[in-house]
Structure formats: structure tokens, C-alpha cells
């Protein structure tokens, strides 16, 4: 195998879907805090005619599981030494934006929320594993949103550098590696999580509850993100010059092959793959706003203008690493839809996929598409690339004997990790593979328990019933063994 001394091996969560204690010492709603998940078409965001304002509306129905999540605000201790148990050397996880300033808009930080994250950045560090921490994972405070749009506003920019500029502040010397916005690239498809994006188009139309977001929103929110990210790189560099920097991209959406040799699903892949991926990723990593976009911002029918200054900011201040989920893989056809959720993108289905996830998500499992990405990355970006997602999640119970038996998990992470050991072999300098979801935490795009990705149980169930009790699964002690290794187990 050819993994470096130095790999880092982990795995990864986010502050939302694992820390619950959602409205605890001082922290205020963020905006997955009101959804049930990701993809629901209950958004928990009202339009007040009094106030002429949004304001949150949870639907009493339904199961905020989030909100308590598995309780990792008050576990993390004991679950950051079963991580340590598999060998871990670094642990990704986000710090929720609502602890630290609870509506985004405050001049002060939360002290509380500081000292959590204190705490738990020093656990991390004494336990061995390096803190790779998400800035914001789909955690824009709910008030930016309701109170000021969203990202499409440019006031967003200074709320952001006030906080990222704390941050960057209060753990200097303790986190080194930063990721900016959590798979910021899937703004197009989810404008409200990924730009927290929110638009009054009209309020009283009960078919759109939330009110839809305009290409301009969008468009406006891809400009003021782009500024964010380059300053976010300016700002940790100035702080401490030993931050390294990184985007977070979805990049199943790189792996999405012509269906067949026909020019035009040939050209709409490509045309897939920059919409998805290097619109961001361009500017990010080689410092540019890829020139086709002039065609794309005409047809959208919108004006985007970056400044002279904006421009060379985003020039300059390129990111240190590039780092990505990946899923799955699908196949672009002209005649089909491609439509998305959160593990990427679904076009027509590939024949030559063997393998799928079990129902009832069923998600296409495709390790070499893994190899691909890395690949298509690194000849693009020539950058250090470090995986922060890959993983499956399963439908799974207690045996009667209160074990369970995960062995597609195992098969799943070890045909990905082959493909990463293959691609660092062709020449890519991937730094670290972290699994998603290590331990069971609340799905984010369905907002559910029962989709389960962890190495880790928690008995905790759909309808919020639960001990929260942890119990370690069969594949905790292979992904033990592939670590120890550095990854030579699998050779054999
Ligand atoms: C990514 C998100 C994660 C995560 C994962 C799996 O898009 O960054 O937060 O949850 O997808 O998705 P899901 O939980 O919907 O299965």
C-alpha cells in the first residue's frame, strides 16, 4: 500500500446533526435546526403579515431529531476515546456558527459557545487526533436568514468575517486545519442550506411556503460566497501562519460519466461538471471566475458584477487544500433529469455498477469513481487533497444478540479505500480519508436516525425514543485493523 507515513485516518461529523442541545447556553437556532432534514418540503420558516418578517414555525407533528441529535454536547468525551479506539489520528467536525454568535449578528461572541469548542478542540488534541473543523456546515444562523436573506446579501460577509476572524482568534495553536463552507457547490441545488438563501417572492403563496429563490438570489449568493471564502483564506493566514485552508466541495458530481459516446451527453457532462463542481472550485483553488459563466449569467438572466478589488482578492488568496465528499457516481443523459440530493447528483443509472447500497436509500456504489475524482482533482488543482466524506448509510438493527453485523459497510469502505490507495499510486497526493457519520448522528438530508453510517451505534430511533446508549459495531474493528495498518490489511 501506498499510503504516506502521515495519512490522516478519521472520520467526520457536523455540530448539527451530533451535537443536539440546540438551544443551550446561549446558542440560537440555525437554519437546519428548523428543518426535519435537508430535503424536506417542511421548512419550519414562516411569513408574519404583522411583522412583514419570516420567523420560525416548527410543525408540531414532526420529530426535530437535530435538536437533540445524540447528544454529543454532553458525550463527546466519551466518543472522541471509542474514535481514539480505531486508531484515529484526526477527527473533522464544524463548529455551529448560533454558539459562538447565536444570530450571526451580534458585535460580541458567545463565551459559552467558545469554551465548548475550547474544550473539545483540547480533548481532541490530548486524545492524539489533529481537529479538522468545517467553519459551517449547512449552519447559517436562522436570523441572518429571516432578518437579512441570507448570503445573497453582502452584509452576510461581515457577520462572517467577525466570526470566522473570533475563531481563527480563540484556537490558534490548537486547529490548523480549517474547512470554509461545508459543500458550498451544491447552492444551485440547495440554495437555502448550502447559501442559506431565502427569498420573498410570494409569501402568501401556499404552494411556496418559504418563497422561491431567484437565479439573481442564487447568483448573488455565489458572489458573496466567493468573496467570503478568499477573505476567510486571508484572514486565518494573517492570524496564524501555520492555518491551512481549505474548501469543501460535493464532488460526487465529478464522477458523472456520458452515458455513451453520443457528443451531446459527452458536452452535458461537461457542462454537469462545471456547474456542479468548478464553478467553485476554479475560483477557489486557481483563483478565477471561469469565463464561460459570462454565457451562463446572460441565460440566467441576471447581472453579476465582482469589483476590481474582489477580483484580485479572489486571485490572491487561493486556498492550501482541496478537500471533498464523495458518494456515489451517476451518468448524464441527455433524455433524463439529473436530480440531486445530498449524497450528489442522480442521472441515468450506470449498467455497469455491480454494487448497491441496500434499500431503502439505495445509493449506487462506485469505489472507482473515487480513484476518478481524485484524479480529475489533482490534474486540475495540483493541490493537496484530503477526502472529509465517504460513507453509507444502512437501515440496521440490534441481532438478538445485540450486535450488528454491518458487513456491507465493511465492503464498502474497503473497495473505496483500494481506490484511494490505486490513486495516490497514479500520483495524487491525497492526505487523509475521513469517513462520514463514524458514529450514528441524524441523517441531513432526510433528518432521520434510522439511516445509520456509524462505526459506532446509538440507540436512538425515528421517533426520537432512545437510551442514546453507544455499542460498537463489526466494522469498528475492521476500519481498527485498516488503520493500524496504514492500510496494508487490505493487500492481503
Ligand atoms: C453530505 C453532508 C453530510 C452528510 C452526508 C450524508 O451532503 O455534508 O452532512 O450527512 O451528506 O447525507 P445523508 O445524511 O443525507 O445521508
Given at each position: 500500500m501506498s499510503f504516506p507515513k502521515n495519512f490522516l485516518w478519521g472520520g467526520a461529523i457536523a455540530a448539527n446533526q451530533y451535537e443536539g442541545a440546540w438551544l443551550d447556553d446561549g446558542k440560537q437556532p440555525n437554519v437546519t435546526d428548523v428543518l426535519v432534514g435537508i430535503m424536506s418540503k417542511d421548512p419550519g420558516?414562516?411569513?408574519?403579515?404583522?411583522?412583514?418578517?419570516?420567523?420560525?414555525?416548527l410543525n408540531p407533528d414532526k420529530a426535530y431529531l437535530s435538536h437533540i441529535a445524540v447528544d454529543g454536547y454532553h458525550r463527546y468525551r466519551e466518543d472522541l476515546k471509542l474514535m481514539k479506539g480505531m486508531g484515529f489520528n484526526s477527527f473533522r467536525t464544524s463548529i455551529a456558527w448560533g454558539r459562538i454568535y447565536p444570530n450571526g449578528d451580534e458585535e460580541t461572541p458567545n463565551e459559552a459557545g467558545l469554551k465548548f469548542y475550547d474544550d473539545m478542540f483540547d480533548c481532541m488534541n490530548e486524545l492524539g487526533m489533529e481537529p479538522v473543523i468545517t467553519l459551517s456546515h449547512y449552519e447559517t444562523p436562522l436570523h441572518l436568514i429571516t432578518e437579512y436573506g441570507g448570503w445573497n446579501n453582502p452584509k452576510l460577509i461581515e457577520f462572517w468575517n467577525r466570526y470566522v476572524t473570533t475563531v481563527f482568534e480563540r484556537y490558534k495553536g490548537k486547529v490548523?486545519?480549517?474547512?470554509?463552507?461545508?459543500?458550498?457547490?451544491?447552492?444551485?441545488?440547495?440554495?437555502?442550506?448550502?447559501?442559506?438563501?431565502?427569498?420573498?417572492?410570494?409569501?402568501?403563496?401556499?404552494?411556496?411556503?418559504?418563497?422561491?429563490?431567484t437565479k439573481q438570489d442564487q447568483w448573488d449568493a455565489y458572489h458573496n460566497l466567493l468573496v467570503a471564502n478568499a477573505q476567510t483564506v486571508k484572514t486565518g493566514h494573517e492570524i496564524d501562519p501555520n492555518n491551512q485552508i481549505g474548501c469543501m466541495l460535493t464532488c460526487s458530481g465529478i464522477a458523472i460519466y456520458p452515458y455513451n459516446c453520443n457528443p451531446e451527453n459527452v458536452l452535458g457532462a461537461l457542462?454537469?461538471?462545471?456547474?456542479?463542481?468548478?464553478?467553485?472550485?476554479?475560483?477557489?483553488?486557481?483563483?478565477?471566475?471561469?469565463?464561460?459563466?459570462?454565457?451562463?449569467?446572460?441565460?440566467?438572466?441576471?447581472?453579476?458584477?465582482?469589483?476590481?478589488?474582489?477580483?484580485?482578492?479572489?486571485?490572491e488568496y487561493t486556498v492550501d487544500f482541496f478537500s471533498f465528499s464523495y458518494y456515489r457516481s451517476t451518468t448524464y443523459d441527455v433524455d433524463v433529469n439529473v436530480e440531486g440530493d445530498t449524497g450528489g447528483l442522480v442521472g441515468k443509472d450506470n449498467p455497469y455498477?455491480?454494487?448497491?447500497?441496500?434499500?431503502?436509500?439505495?445509493?449506487?456504489?462506485?469505489?472507482?469513481?473515487?480513484?476518478?475524482?481524485?484524479?480529475v482533482l489533482y490534474d486540475r488543482y495540483h493541490l493537496p487533497l484530503l477526502i472529509v466524506e465517504n460513507g453509507v448509510g444502512l437501515d440496521e438493527n440490534l441481532d438478538e444478540n445485540g450486535h450488528i453485523d454491518d458487513s456491507f459497510r465493511v465492503h464498502y469502505i474497503e473497495e473505496h479505500i483500494k481506490n484511494v490507495n490505486a490513486a495516490i499510486e497514479d500520483g495524487v497526493d491525497c492526505r487523509g480519508y475521513l469517513y462520514w457519520g463514524p458514529i450514528d448522528v441524524v441523517s441531513a438530508g432526510t433528518g432521520e436516525m434510522k439511516k445509520r453510517y456509524g462505526f459506532v451505534y446509538v440507540d436512538r430511533f425515528n421517533d426520537g425514543h432512545g437510551t442514546l446508549e453507544r455499542k460498537i459495531k463489526n466494522s469498528y474493528y475492521r476500519y481498527k485493523e485498516i488503520i493500524e495498518s496504514n492500510g496494508e490489511v487490505l493487500l492481503k
Open positions: 420558516i414562516k411569513w408574519n403579515e404583522e411583522t412583514k418578517k419570516y420567523e420560525m414555525c490548523r486545519l480549517w474547512l470554509t463552507f461545508n459543500e458550498v457547490n451544491a447552492l444551485f441545488r440547495m440554495p437555502l442550506v448550502a447559501g442559506g438563501v431565502l427569498t420573498i417572492k410570494d409569501p402568501k403563496d401556499p404552494s411556496d411556503p418559504i418563497g422561491s429563490t457542462d454537469m461538471q462545471r456547474k456542479n463542481i468548478f464553478y467553485f472550485g476554479d475560483p477557489f483553488c486557481l483563483g478565477i471566475v471561469p469565463s464561460y459563466l459570462n454565457k451562463v449569467w446572460k441565460e440566467d438572466g441576471v447581472i453579476v458584477n465582482f469589483t476590481d478589488e474582489e477580483l484580485a482578492l479572489i486571485k455498477l455491480v454494487d448497491k447500497a441496500p434499500q431503502p436509500w439505495g445509493w449506487a456504489v462506485d469505489p472507482a469513481g473515487l480513484r476518478y475524482t481524485l484524479n
